[in-house]
Antibody, heavy 118, light 107 residues
């Protein structure tokens, strides 16, 4: 069965970077794009960007341009999302989601809480 | 960017009620719209894709429709498990924006 397993919770100081991983299993890793979505406490869902695990191409939301980098490692079927220059507003749960049916998120990771605090 | 305007933000209803949640896109997205259900502390769950296609395993009381740039999620007869927050998301062109969410509460 399809599984997306994310790395554990992180606590970071303002100005630092965080790298969250999402390990895929149960399907051919390079077949489906992977999206990243975040959710601040008590807030809605915020689309961050997408990576094509086959060709490593990426598209990022404008608000994260320059601060986010999405990469993949095909040998381990893992995608990564790195966010730099962290500020308190980046405190959120970060999710990876496999894009099916043309782009909707059919399978989701369990989420990774990133807390930014001095 | 395409904006998704979702309404209402909160909806109070009773078991057995028929409820409707609406999402309006700021421009044409064809039928590239998904609906998700999210419960506290959990990842979103896909309910509908391509506006009106029911995801496997989702109860038949959920349905989706579209009229131009307006999209609707209908729950025909509310069950206790349906009280949650619902989001729409377009996936027409990047960025794939979400609606603001609708919290469905027990009346």
């Amino acid at each position: 069965q399809v599984q997306l397993v994310q790395s554990g919770a992180e606590v970071k100081k303002p100005g630092a970077s965080v790298k969250v991983s999402c390990k895929a299993s149960g399907y051919t890793f390079t077949t489906y794009y992977m999206h990243w979505v975040r959710q601040a406490p008590g807030q809605g869902l915020d689309w961050m960007g997408v990576i094509n695990p086959s060709g490593d191409s990426t598209t990022y939301a404008q608000k994260f341009q320059g601060r986010v980098t999405m990469t993949r490692e095909t040998s381990t079927s893992t995608v990564y999302m790195e966010l730099s220059s962290l500020r308190s507003e980046d405190t959120a749960v970060y999710y990876c989601a496999r894009a099916d049916y043309g782009g909707s998120g059919r399978y989701w990771g369990q989420g990774t809480l990133v807390t930014v605090s001095s | 960017d395409i904006q998704m305007t979702q309404s209402p933000s909160t909806l109070s209803a009773s078991i057995g009620d028929r409820v409707t949640i609406t999402c309006r896109a700021s421009q044409s997205i064809s039928s590239w719209l998904a609906w998700y259900q999210q419960k506290p502390g959990k990842a979103p769950k896909l309910l509908m894709y391509k506006a009106s296609s029911l995801e496997s395993g989702v109860p038949l009381r959920f349905s989706g429709s579209e009229s131009g740039t307006e999209f609707t999620l209908t729950i025909s007869s509310l069950q206790p498990d349906d009280f949650a927050t619902y989001y729409c998301q377009h996936y027409s062109t990047y960025p794939y924006t979400f609606g603001q969410g609708t919290k469905l509460e027990i009346k």
